[in-house]
């Protein structure tokens, strides 16, 4: 199913046939099948679909930190599924910045510091690096706990953290695997608000999983996914 | 800097498991140390020969003495630059514990062919002037606190009687390796002092327990050795002529076993602390999975994570290494002071520290290379689904 639209121009994620399964023993467990999908520059799409649909491995494929057995991605005309694992390592550091559910924050470094981490694979000077970092933590307004570290930051606080890193290097794409898994619905719905008003503010291309109807509801267009195939997209036209 | 921040914080995560890991390091590393010290000691005397020096004692066994006469003869074989004699005395200080080597010999030829034992002139002078005097080293007459003057008694056991002598100098080590733990004294005394015994042995009065002999050129040891047998050969006291190195390796060898042990021991211990280390590192990445999988995705490359995980372990077994080896310098000095005489030469060498130091970076190598191959080659959806 081929979700993009004929008018619009080149799209940065163009996915065709894309297809992933996994061997669990002797079993094959198909998780996508013939995927087709085009996304545009700028857009906000939520991946949504029942558990085991293969919403998260799309958007690990998206992400580059998992290869297809079939079809192909390109992400702004590059097919990364014909990239070696140290290219794609590249690719990504330059190319995607990643939300976890779970924030995936280093505990012994602070939250400046985890911010910087993506930073280390630039040749920004040292100062650049604290410059990019005082932005970012100004944009999820964490200036004042930049110092601080993870266990001393509540989740919505992590998680924004988690958002300034994966905004530091300004990649072209966002993906954000259930970002508000994690937290209640007061702190999940500012998270959220956040990313909404950063892809206003920046038109970064954003991709999210989530199980969450309301989260979806803040994307442009929702994808949904049963049994490793596209069923349906939705435009909310925000 | 950042990246070094994450690695120091890392190592010391875990404060307790560090800890444990780091007391077991310093411990395995002292303890090696400690093992090859005691094994240099042993082989000490060997290490401190001269090349230019040989023995010669009877051939038949070290406890058959060798006519006086036999001297002269071997100052006449080519390439002979001078020669010595020593009979083993082997009296007691008040109590056998107190066991410390005593030597009955020639002191100017023997003070010749020993530069090493540094001796005042004026004490030297006097030691040659008086047929009662005797010589000790430095740190055994810091042991029993003896000063130059002072009259040394000793019980003989091979020469019955008491035998008292006035002591005439403290010879200092020319260096580490120098014995400073014997007494030495007039050969002369000896021998006078048996021979006006009622019913004393001729044949002992005037015998050598070993000749010491100097040559021009080490090279010609074997040579000149062949030379010193051949002028005995078929005689009733027949001789052995070997370099003073191969003639103190013979005691060693005595207890070959004891040491082959030892060493045996020092490389278990460390073999043992890495298992130990392999396992403390191999829990620390199984761990850690999610924050390298976070790392991998952010774009960070295989091997920078195993570099990251391998300096971790480097930086562990580098501070338990240099904490053991700190250790091990006081330690081994109070175990030199304990065995006292019965290892007279009981140094940490510079070979050791070296090796210490090898065997802690082995140690992290070894420790790290299983995790760091598991995490070079794990898959990073599995790793970020990780549970530490």
Redesign the interface.
Known sequence: MNAGADALPPPLIRIRALSKAYQRGAQHIPVLQGVDLDVQRGEFIALMGPSGSGKSTLL?LI?G??QPDGGCIEIDGIDIAGLS??EL??W???NVG?I?QFY?L?P??SAA?NI???L??TDLT?RQRRQHVDAVLAMVRLSDRAGHYPNELSGGQQQRVAIA?ALVSDPQLIVADEPTGDLDRVTGGEVLSLLAELHRQLGKTIVMVTHDPRAAERAERLVHLEKGVLVAGTAFGH | ???L??LL??AF?HKLRSALTLIGLVVAICAFGLLRTIVDAWYAGAEASASTRLVTRSAVSLTFPLPLSYGERIRAVQGVSGVSWANWFGGVYVTERNFFPQFAVDPTSYLALYPEYVLPNVQRQAFLRDRQGAIVGRKLADKFGWRVGDQIPLRGTIYPGIWSFTLRGIYNGVDASTDEQQLLFHWKYLSETIRQRPGANPARVDSVGVYIIGIREADDAALISQRIDALFRNSLAETLTETEKAFQLSFVSMSEAILVALQAVSLIIVVIIMAVMANTMTMTARERL??YA?????????GFVVRLLAAESLLIALVGGLLGIALTLPLAAFVGQAVGTLLPVFRVSELTLLLQLLAALLVGVVAAAWPAWRISRFD??AG?RHVG
Do not use: C, Y
Not at chain 2, 294 to 302: A, C, E, I, K, N
């Open positions: 690990n992400a930190i998992d694992e140290g390592a590249d990504r550091a330059a990643f976890f995936n280093l012994v470094l510091e910087e981490l993506p280390l694979l040292r890193r | 800097m950042l990246l921040r994450l914080k890392n995560r999610a924050e976070t790392l991998r995705v952010l774009g960070f490359s295989p990073i959806v970020l």
